[in-house]
C-alpha cells in the first residue's frame, strides 16, 4: 500500500468550537465527502500534545496564525511565537505533515510587524505546503516573506458561498425591511468593520456624490481595536440622512437582506491580501466596486465590477459614480459575477487541498 491510500486525518487550526468560519466549514465538509477524516482545533497554547495523541497520518492545517504569533505586549509576543514555532517543529519531526493556508500575510492591528513577518516567514518554511488563494496572493507571499522557492507554494482559490446562505427573499422584501425607496440607489458596506477596510474612504466619497437618490448602507459590528470608527459612523449617519448605520453582527439570516436589497456592493479596502467578503457578494449576483489589488484583481473583472486604482485620491469616488452612470447594466454584471462565484465550487477546492495533502 503507497503513503497515498494510508487513511489519514486533517486537523484544521484554528478552528473555534464556538463558531466555525464559513470557509472552514464548508471546505471541512466538502472533504468529508472525499473520504478524509476531519477535526477541529482550537486555539490553545499547547495544541501539540491533542495532535501527537492521535494514531494514524496526521495533516496539520493552519489557518489564521496571527492570534498565535501577535499579543498585547512584544515580549508575550515573543514566547508565544517561540511556543507556536517550537510546537511546529516537534509535529514535523513526529511525522505530521503541515499545511498552511495564508489568508493574511500580516494582522490587521499592524502589531509588532517584524516579529509577526518573522513568526510567518518561519511557519512558511517549516510547512511541507502553503496555499495561496490567487498568483498574485502567491507572488505577495514570496516577496514579502522571502521564500527562496515558489515549489510549495500552491495556487488553490477561495470558495463561493452560493450554497451557504438563505437566498429567497425578493428585492421588493429586502428594501421594505430596510426601509429604502425602489427609486434609491443603494451601495453597500456589509461585515466586519475595520480600518484597514477603508470605510472613513467611503463615507469621504459618498459625500462628495452629487446623486440626490443615492443611499450608502454600512452594515456590521466595528472591530474592538478600532472602536472610534463606530462614533464615527453614528455621527455621519446622524448628518446626513441619505447614511445608514446598521452596528452589530450581522446573523447568518440576514446577510440576504442586505444583498438583495443592494444595487452595487463597495469594497473601498485599503490593504488586502484575499477577500472572502467578495465572493459572498458575488454569490448572492451583486455587481462590486473595488480596488485592483491582491485576489481581487484576479477575482473579479471589468464585466462584473468597478475596479479602480487605490493609489488614486479619486479613485474610490470615481468608480461609485460610474456604478450610478451605468445602473442599468448592474444586473447583468450581478449575474455575470454569479456565473463566476459557481466556478469556484467546493467540491472542486476540496481536490484541489487533496492533491496538496498528498503530495
Same mark, same amino acid.
Given at each position: 500500500m503507497s503513503p497515498t491510500d494510508l487513511a489519514y486525518k486533517v486537523? *484544521?487550526? %484554528?478552528?473555534?468550537? $464556538?463558531?466555525?468560519?464559513?470557509? #472552514?466549514?464548508?471546505?471541512?465538509?466538502?472533504?468529508?465527502?472525499? !473520504?478524509i477524516e476531519f477535526e477541529g482545533a482550537n486555539y490553545q497554547t499547547f495544541f501539540c500534545l491533542k495532535i501527537l495523541r492521535e494514531r494514524q497520518p496526521i495533516v496539520l492545517h493552519l489557518h489564521w496564525l496571527h492570534a498565535f504569533l501577535v499579543k498585547t505586549t512584544l515580549l508575550k509576543s515573543i514566547v508565544s511565537t517561540t511556543t507556536f514555532l517550537a510546537q511546529l517543529i516537534l509535529l514535523r519531526i513526529c511525522g505530521v505533515k503541515i499545511v498552511w493556508t495564508i489568508h493574511n500575510l500580516k494582522n490587521h492591528e499592524n502589531k509588532s510587524l517584524k516579529l509577526d513577518q518573522i513568526g510567518a516567514s518561519a511557519v512558511a518554511r517549516i510547512s511541507h505546503a502553503a496555499i495561496a488563494h490567487c498568483n498574485c496572493a502567491k507572488q505577495e507571499t514570496l516577496d514579502y516573506l522571502r521564500l527562496p522557492s515558489a515549489n510549495k507554494v500552491f495556487v488553490v482559490p477561495h470558495g463561493n458561498f452560493t450554497q451557504y446562505y438563505s437566498n429567497t427573499i425578493s428585492r421588493a422584501e429586502a428594501r421594505k425591511a430596510l426601509n429604502i425607496a425602489e427609486s434609491d440607489f443603494v451601495f453597500l458596506f456589509l461585515g466586519l468593520i475595520r480600518s484597514y477596510k477603508g470605510v472613513p474612504e467611503l463615507l469621504a466619497a459618498f459625500e462628495k456624490l452629487d446623486s440626490p437618490n443615492a443611499r450608502l448602507v454600512?452594515? !456590521?459590528?466595528?472591530?474592538?481595536?478600532?472602536?472610534?470608527?463606530?462614533?464615527?459612523?453614528? #455621527?455621519?449617519?446622524? $448628518?446626513? #440622512?441619505?447614511?445608514?448605520?446598521? %452596528?452589530?453582527?450581522?446573523?447568518?439570516?440576514?446577510?440576504?437582506?442586505?444583498?438583495?436589497? /443592494?444595487?452595487?456592493?463597495?469594497?473601498?479596502?485599503?490593504?488586502?491580501?484575499?477577500?472572502? =467578503?467578495?465572493?459572498?457578494?458575488?454569490? *448572492?449576483?451583486?455587481? @462590486?466596486?473595488? %480596488?485592483?489589488?491582491? @485576489?481581487?484583481?484576479?477575482?473579479?473583472?471589468?464585466?462584473? =465590477? *468597478?475596479?479602480?486604482?487605490?493609489?488614486?485620491?479619486? !479613485?474610490?469616488?470615481? =468608480?461609485?459614480?460610474?456604478?450610478? +452612470?451605468?445602473?442599468?447594466?448592474?444586473? +447583468?454584471?450581478?449575474?455575470?459575477?454569479? +456565473?463566476? /462565484? $459557481?466556478? &469556484?465550487?467546493?467540491?472542486?477546492?476540496?481536490?484541489?487541498? #487533496?492533491?496538496? &495533502?498528498? =503530495?
Open positions: 486537523v *484544521f487550526l %484554528p478552528q473555534s468550537k $464556538e463558531a466555525v468560519h464559513p470557509y #472552514q466549514k464548508q471546505l471541512s465538509e466538502a472533504l468529508i465527502k472525499l !473520504g454600512i452594515a !456590521g459590528k466595528v472591530h474592538e481595536e478600532d472602536i472610534e470608527l463606530e462614533d464615527l459612523l453614528h #455621527q455621519k449617519a446622524s $448628518e446626513d #440622512q441619505s447614511i445608514q448605520f446598521i %452596528p452589530g453582527f450581522v446573523p447568518d439570516e440576514d446577510i440576504q437582506i442586505y444583498m438583495n436589497a /443592494a444595487d452595487t456592493v463597495v469594497f473601498p479596502y485599503r490593504d488586502i491580501l484575499t477577500s472572502g =467578503a467578495v465572493l459572498l457578494a458575488m454569490s *448572492f449576483g451583486q455587481s @462590486c466596486v473595488a %480596488p485592483r489589488i491582491g @485576489c481581487i484583481s484576479e477575482t473579479l473583472d471589468s464585466d462584473g =465590477a *468597478f475596479l479602480y486604482d487605490p493609489q488614486l485620491d479619486s !479613485g474610490l469616488l470615481e =468608480a461609485i459614480q460610474k456604478s450610478i +452612470r451605468k445602473r442599468h447594466d448592474l444586473p +447583468r454584471m450581478g449575474k455575470h459575477n454569479m +456565473r463566476l /462565484a $459557481e466556478g &469556484y465550487s467546493w467540491e472542486r477546492i476540496a481536490k484541489m487541498t #487533496q492533491t496538496i &495533502y498528498r =503530495a
